[in-house]
């Protein structure tokens, strides 16, 4: 399975941004798909995934604020951003679990990774 996330850029605090990662390889719809950010000297922070169609899970710094979505038949997942902050400033990686049972918001629980998208937030 491969992923490529797209979607990154330079905004301004209080704009929108959608992230899209699309998977490549083996069944896509059975998977657990995850959203991630890692800032500069910062560990990898779970934001949000979808299990099925319409199970998700958020982590609070984002809930609210941020809406992950995903297409089956275009083996995409989205990452709807408003109301963007300058602290949202990361780079934001998509992770695949192909396990269902797996707690989503882990990094150890994604087996696969895409290699990741900048976005910057200006105050």
């Known amino acids: 399975v491969q992923l490529q996330a797209s979607g990154g850029g330079l905004v301004q605090a209080g704009d929108s941004l959608r992230l899209s990662c699309t998977a490549s390889?083996?069944?896509?719809?059975?998977?657990?798909m995850g959203w991630f950010r890692q800032a500069p000297g910062t560990e990898r922070e779970f934001l949000a995934a979808?299990?099925?169609?319409?199970?998700?899970y958020y982590a609070d710094s984002v809930k609210g604020r941020f809406t992950v979505s995903r297409d089956n038949a275009r083996k995409t997942v989205y990452l709807q951003m408003n109301s963007l902050k300058a602290e949202d400033t990361a780079v934001y990686s998509c992770?695949?679990?192909?396990?269902?049972?797996?707690?989503?918001?882990?990094?150890?629980?994604?087996?696969?990774w895409g290699q990741g998208t900048q976005v910057t937030v200006s105050s």
């Open positions: 979808i299990r099925g169609s319409t199970t998700t």
């Open positions: 992770a695949a679990d192909e396990a269902p049972w797996g707690v989503a918001s882990m990094v150890k629980s994604y087996d696969y």
């Open positions: 390889g083996r069944t896509f719809s059975s998977f657990t």
